[in-house]
Nanobody
Framework: QVQLVESGGGLVEPGGSLRLACVANGTLFSIFSTRDVGWFRQALGKGREFVAGISWNGGRTNLADSVKGRFTIARDNTKNTLYLHMNRLKPEDTAVYYC?????????????????WGQGTQVTVSS
């Protein structure tokens, strides 16, 4: 059973916007509101990289330098949903985007939870 389900990816032109969502199901449903969560991405032929993280109550956020000023992370604990608002998209943002629950997303090095991953959603930025 997939316990983190991402949606909202697609094809968008440079400069465009997308909103990704990640919904927690199953056993992760009951702990979502008490855990920090984050977004990662993986471009074709590259490793997975940290994009953004948010604390359990939404009071603290962290964004990778490459997306600061363009992306915003948010959560709605009443809906067990994590969001990534992406604006002014660039071709280099093209990747599969994954959400992760219960890892460490603050400080100099992020440490995703090794098991709590979604299946990913493809974002393609191209004209």
């Amino acid at each position: 059973q997939v316990q983190l389900v991402e949606s909202g990816g697609g094809l968008v032109e440079p400069g465009g916007s997308l909103r990704l969502a990640c919904v927690a199901n199953g056993t992760l449903f009951s702990i979502f509101s008490t855990r920090d969560v984050g977004w990662f991405r993986q471009a074709l032929g590259k490793g997975r990289e940290f994009v953004a993280g948010i604390s359990w109550n939404g009071g603290r956020t962290n964004l990778a330098d490459s997306v600061k000023g363009r992306f915003t992370i948010a959560r709605d604990n009443t809906k067990n949903t994590l969001y990534l608002h992406m604006n002014r998209l660039k071709p280099e943002d093209t990747a599969v985007y994954y959400c992760n629950l219960g890892g460490s997303y603050f400080g100099r090095n992020s440490a995703p939870h090794p098991q709590n991953w979604g299946q990913g959603t493809q974002v393609t930025v191209s004209s």
